[in-house]
């Protein structure tokens, strides 16, 4: 999201590379400042218990 020091903010370029999407679908970047949950979160864990 861009709240950092550096000023960095993801495109869409880096959403899409297999490692960084599985991490946001992951719920890796989620705001641990919030109560943002990951709408893709039962998915993924359904995939996995498969």
Same mark, same amino acid.
């Given at each position: 999201?861009?709240?950092? %020091?550096?000023?960095?903010? !993801? %495109? /869409?370029?880096? /959403?899409?590379?297999?490692?960084n999407? !599985?991490?946001? /679908?992951?719920?890796?970047? =989620? %705001? ?9 979160? %039962?998915?993924? =864990?359904?995939?996995?218990?498969e």
């Amino acid at each position: 999201m861009g709240d950092n %020091d550096t000023g960095w903010t !993801a %495109d /869409l370029f880096w /959403l899409v590379r297999p490692t960084n999407f !599985a991490k946001v /679908l992951s719920g890796k970047y =989620n %705001d641990k400042k919030g109560n943002i949950r990951n709408p893709y979160e %039962d998915f993924i =864990n359904e995939t996995i218990k498969e």
